[in-house]
Nanobody, 115 residues
Framework: QVQLVESGGGLVQAGGSLRLSCAAS????????MGWFRQAPGNQRELVAGISSGGSTDYTDSVKGRFTISRDNAKSTVYLQMNTLKPEDTAIYYC?????????WGQGTQVTVSS
């Protein structure tokens, strides 16, 4: 049984920073890719950043240079450091653990950026 628990969301002014955390339990975390997704009202869920088991990362263009994804395998936790936040970053943020052929999702954490 895989469980993912996100934390770290909140309300922040434009230009501010937040750090999201996603703690995984129930499986061998270090062997699998992780990702952060977000979904704004009326929009589809989109990939924000991903990190492979080996630590390779990729980002959607709109967050490059502002967001950083990282992982701590000893703590079975993936992080998303978000800097220079913009109102358009407002969304519910979800982490995903990919264990082929399955995807596991957390419950989401709200990020609201005020202008």
């Amino acid at each position: 049984q895989v469980q993912l628990v996100e934390s770290g969301g909140g309300l922040v002014q434009a230009g501010g920073s937040l750090r999201l955390s996603c703690a995984a339990s129930g499986r061998t975390f270090s062997r699998h890719a992780m990702g952060w997704f977000r979904q704004a009202p009326g929009n589809q869920r989109e990939l924000v950043a991903g990190i492979s088991s080996g630590g390779s990362t990729d980002y959607t263009d709109s967050v490059k240079g502002r967001f950083t994804i990282s992982r701590d395998n000893a703590k079975s936790t993936v992080y998303l450091q978000m800097n220079t936040l913009k109102p358009e970053d407002t969304a519910i943020y979800y982490c995903k653990l990919r264990v082929p052929p399955y995807n596991y999702w957390g419950q989401g954490t709200q990020v609201t950026v005020s202008s």
